[in-house]
Nanobody, 121 residues
Framework: QVQLVESGGGLVQAGTSLRLSCLAS????????MGWYRQASGKQRELVAI???????DYADSVKGRVTISRDFAANTVYLQMNILKPEDTAVYYC???????????????WGKGTLVTVSP
């Protein structure tokens, strides 16, 4: 059983920073990429940032320059450092990881349950 658990969300004021964490645990043979997505109320889930095994990253245009994704390979943890937060960053943030649970299984996408980030004006 694979689990992704996010933490670090909360209520913050605009202009401040927040760091989200996501720990992948359970039956994990290999991880091929991890990322963060978000879903604001009434909107579709959207990509925030991803990080590949080689360290390459991609960011949504709306967060470029304000957000940094990083990963601790040994700890199966991915982080999202968010700076200069804006009210439009308010959303539930979800962690995603492409994981192979055992050597004989294919990679599959796993999701956390999300952590709420609320940015007040």
């Amino acid at each position: 059983q694979v689990q992704l658990v996010e933490s670090g969300g909360g209520l913050v004021q605009a202009g401040t920073s927040l760091r989200l964490s996501c720990l992948a645990s359970g039956s994990i043979f290999d991880i091929n990429g991890m990322g963060w997505y978000r879903q604001a109320s009434g909107k579709q889930r959207e990509l925030v940032a991803i990080i590949r095994n080689g360290g390459g990253t991609d960011y949504a245009d709306s967060v470029k320059g304000r957000v940094t994704i990083s990963r601790d390979f040994a700890a199966n943890t991915v982080y999202l450092q968010m700076n200069i937060l804006k009210p439009e960053d308010t959303a539930v943030y979800y962690c995603d990881a492409r994981i192979r649970a055992t050597w004989y299984k294919e990679f599959a996408d796993y999701w956390g349950k999300g952590t709420l980030v609320t940015v007040s004006p």
